[in-house]
Nanobody
């Protein structure tokens, strides 16, 4: 199993920035992708961004051009830099770990970190 610990959430004004971090431990060799999802109250969980070990990325349409995902393979850590934040970005953000084969599949999840953007 892979354990994930997120950090970096908080309260920010619209237009501001936040950086989330997620450190993975355990069976790191079993994964080749990490990412971020988010879920707001009453809404479905949605992909924010994901990245493979070799740096391939995917972004949700609503965050393209504003958010950037990156990773430090040596530290098994993934980062999400969030710029130009909007109130609609308010959500619980979950770190995920899994694999990218023919599609992205995530099987391990963090506890989530709250991001609140005030208008």
């Amino acid at each position: 199993q892979v354990q994930l610990v997120e950090s970096g959430g908080g309260l920010v004004q619209a237009g501001g920035s936040l950086r989330l971090s997620c450190a993975a431990s355990g069976r790191i060799s079993s994964i080749n992708a990490m990412g971020w999802y988010r879920q707001a109250p009453g809404k479905q969980r949605e992909l924010v961004a994901a990245i493979t070990n070799d740096g391939s990325t995917i972004y949700g349409d609503s965050v393209k051009g504003r958010f950037t995902i990156s990773r430090d393979n040596a530290k098994s850590t993934v980062f999400l830099q969030m710029n130009s934040l909007k109130p609609e970005d308010t959500s619980v953000y979950y770190c995920a770990a899994g694999n990218r084969g023919t599609k992205w599949t995530f099987s391990s999840w963090g506890q989530g970190t709250q991001v609140t953007v005030s208008s």
